[in-house]
């Protein structure tokens, strides 16, 4: 609880219930005390009081004539009743008038504990009611702002929540820094396309723009009444918003047409991932300056950039995942703090979309060349190649190439190489009679002696007796004569 209120004209039995109060098991943040109605009603008038604890006979205003006053107000507070046993039927009056609870003298500090806790109680459950209430209005004006389908019993629904009159209200569409603004805001709401969007009193509109002069931060929509204008008056607000964002240097507003042709918005997008997005880069510059001299009007430039993004999400989406890039952010210029900075983020993104597109093609190029260079190897290991030769072949620098290989392959070349020779000598032995020395010379060794010590350094033995291994494996010994059994060294 945060504020109750003590009206009774006697100092000794006043302080004796705040002290009462102050003990009891309901924590109150503020206590006040006052010795009659008119002081109460002041009080009440400049501070939300939640209980108010008020004697029924005291000079100047009586705790009756106090109760029937405030009635009059918007808001009441819970009304204890304190009395004698010679007031009872003034007691009775005052619960007709509105109080929730009566105390007889001399109040007792168990019921009015029992009373402080009941209300307490009250209070909360209100207070979970009120912020319900108040969550389901606050999204039906949020929709009511952004959508232009909202059916007039959703009107009415969302002004009964919130008890919204015909009064008058403005709308301000601005930055971040508006959140400081220390006003009584009807409702706000703190990410609304990319700004802070408030519903102003008349009041409140008035001293904002008074008091803030950097009004190239914010746009105010004229005065209107009732929820049927309530997205008409954001659209003025966000209107007036993006023309301050962008109007940087003064001078007539001069509306250009179609900003960019498809063919040209399709070539823009594909030139992004090429070495030619500084071209890029140029005309965005150059239409953010009109942008800024009011040749061209924000919202038009808003739109050209949102289309971009789009057909960007779309032809460039493995590198923006690739690179955890997010184009979304971008569609809300009013969310960054003026416009160059904005088109700063833009021309970041592209150069990094172009700088993952370039290193992916020269990899991909890189792939091909080194595919091209195996199937050089494979046709031609028979013969005296080496690796000066296939890096020659497909066009790469020596070292470039022995490096690259290696990466593609886990192989250097001098491996790989031996490895094509070797298992090819193996399918030769295993399905063929050709003798050691031709196997070895069909698979690029001149000499017969250093093929047989390469291929035992590989294998871990012998031409001869991996033949021998292979024919015992495969049960074919008994099927050769001594016209077809191979030579050997």
């Not at 009081?49 to 029924?56: E, R, S």
């Not at 914010?218 to 659209?235: M, P, Q, T």
């Not at 088109?343 to 020269?362: D, G, H, K, P």
């Amino acid at each position: 609880m945060k504020n109750v209120l003590v009206a009774e004209d006697c100092k000794i039995i006043r302080k004796g219930i705040s002290a009462m109060i102050a003990r009891c098991q309901v924590p109150v943040d503020q206590i006040l005390e006052c010795k009659n109605g008119l002081e109460a009603l002041q009080i009440i008038g400049n501070i939300p009081i939640d209980v108010l604890i008020t004697d029924i006979r005291m000079p100047e205003m009586d705790g009756i004539t106090l109760v029937k006053e405030l009635q009059k107000n918007r808001y009441i507070p819970r009304i204890v009743a304190i009395s004698g046993y010679d007031d009872f039927s003034c007691a009775v009056d005052l619960l007709r008038c509105g109080a929730r609870e009566y105390l007889l003298k001399p109040v007792k500090r168990e019921e009015l504990n029992s009373i402080m806790v009941k209300l307490e109680e009250e209070i909360q459950q209100e207070g979970v009611e009120e912020r319900t209430k108040k969550a389901l209005c606050h999204s039906q004006l949020r929709r009511i702002l952004l959508s232009e389908n909202v059916t007039w019993e959703e009107m009415e629904e969302a002004g009964r929540l919130n008890g919204f009159r015909e009064e008058e209200f403005y709308v301000i569409c601005g930055d971040g820094t508006l959140a400081d603004w220390q006003s009584n805001q009807m409702f706000s709401f703190p990410d609304l396309e990319g700004c802070y969007v408030a519903l102003l009193t008349a009041k409140d509109a008035r001293d904002l723009a008074l008091k803030r002069r950097d009004s190239r931060s914010f746009g105010i929509s004229d005065s209107f009444r009732g929820l049927c204008n309530l997205r008409k008056a954001y659209e003025e607000a966000r209107h007036r918003r993006i023309r301050a964002f962008c109007m940087q240097d003064e001078g007539s507003l001069k509306l250009g047409s179609c900003l960019m042709a498809p063919n040209e918005l399709e070539c823009f997008v594909q030139r992004i991932g090429t070495q030619k997005n500084n071209k890029n880069e140029a005309i965005l510059l150059e239409i953010t300056d009109r942008v800024k001299k009011g040749e061209i009007e924000g919202l038009q430039f808003q739109d050209l950039i949102c289309q971009i993004l789009s057909r960007v999400k779309e032809f460039y989406g493995k590198i923006l995942s690739a690179e955890g890039i997010s184009p979304d952010k971008l569609c809300h210029m009013l969310e960054f703090d003026n416009i160059d900075e904005y088109c700063r983020e833009i021309r970041q993104m592209f150069s990094c979309i172009s700088q993952r597109a370039l290193s992916e093609n020269e990899d991909y190029k890189s792939r091909v060349k080194l595919e091209q260079a195996l199937a050089y190897i494979n046709e031609n290991y028979p013969g005296n190649i080496n690796m000066a030769m296939v890096s020659n072949h497909i066009s790469m620098n020596y070292t470039v190439f022995s490096i690259a290989f290696k990466e593609y392959t886990g192989d250097n070349f001098v491996f790989y190489l031996r490895k094509i020779r070797i298992n090819e000598a193996k399918r030769l032995l295993s399905e063929t009679d050709y003798k050691i020395g031709e196997i070895g010379q069909m698979t690029g060794y001149e000499d017969s002696k250093h093929f047989m010590k390469t291929f035992k350094w590989v294998t871990g033995v012998t031409p001869s007796e991996f033949r021998k291994n292979f024919r015992v494996k495969d049960g074919k010994t008994e099927n050769i004569t001594p016209k077809t059994k191979i030579e050997t060294f």
